[in-house]
């Protein structure tokens, strides 16, 4: 597996694992077994950066980070995040205090069975409390050693800047594909200028981007895909598209449409380092495969024609989760 540069040195495999579905959003969750059994051999094929969250389960994704990661624990980078509300207690369903987030990070460590998390994410900007009051938290984990790095999710660029000033940031991590690009116009530039690395989540658009998802796929009662605008059955016929153009430039390459997309992510630039989830092994092997996927500048050229070609249509969020996105 090749290997990549986020902020501050942190050097992580080209790819990483995000760890979500494993415990929600996209049906039943694995059975634990079979989750450890998927994140070691995520592991033995290279991958070194390993996605999770208090809020994913919630907790559970982090108890099984622990399990699996736990032998070899010294050879992977392992990042979680703090600052949704779990327990309902705030009208904004954020909480960045600084008492919250070094609870939180007390009992992130115990589930992941470590004693230090190696990137800390706010998981989404709260507005409530002043980012310098986050970072100085963060900073403050980080003296104490329980945090090596500091990163955001979801956050925009005059709170990148603020959180940078107070404590280097290392990472931001938000959604961005050849299904949303619009971090291209602000936050990349941003993220170049201060070196800050940069994990897109979604990398694959929840599915959509593999071509196995049309205007006919139905989606369990449980998979979080039922909320989204985007995943509607009218939407997804407007965007199919943009599936038929990724797959057609996949064809021509004897490639996937999710080796594509993934490897046209992995050209934007060189600290910029994927997230993909899956709970298949052969998912796992397809995307460590597009790591290997060089595109010229004509290909590039092609891709991005393709697609700016294709108007998207529907919104990423629902409105109560997008109201929680930064600008």
Known sequence: MHKRTLGQGLEVSALGLGCMGISQSYGAPMAVPD???????AFDRGITLFDTAEVYGPYANEDVLG??????RDQVVIATKF????????ASGVNSTPEHIKSVVEASLKRLRTDHID???????DPDVPMED????????IAAGKVRHFGLSEAG?????RAHA????TALQSEYSLWWREPEEAILPVLEELGIGFVPFSPLGRGFLTGTIDQNTDFIASDMRNTVPRFNADARAANQPLVDAIAAIAGEKQITSAQVALAWLLAQKPWIVPIPGTTKLHRVDENIA?????????????IDAAVSAVAITGNRYNDAHAARIDR
Do not use: C, M, W
């Not at 790591?291 to 092609?302: G, K």
């Open 67 to 72: 399990e699996a990661l736990e032998p070899i």
């Open 134 to 141: 986050v970072a100085g938290a963060v900073k403050d984990l």
């Open 119 to 125: 990137l800390l994410y706010q998981h989404r900007v």
């Open 83 to 90: 600052g949704f509300d779990i327990n309902g207690t705030r």
């Open 166 to 169: 107070v404590q280097p940031v």
């Open 35 to 41: 989750a450890v059994a998927l994140i070691r051999a």
């Open 290 to 302: 597009s790591t290997d996927i060089l595109l010229s500048d004509d290909d590039i050229a092609a």
């Open 157 to 161: 660029v005059a709170n990148i800047r």
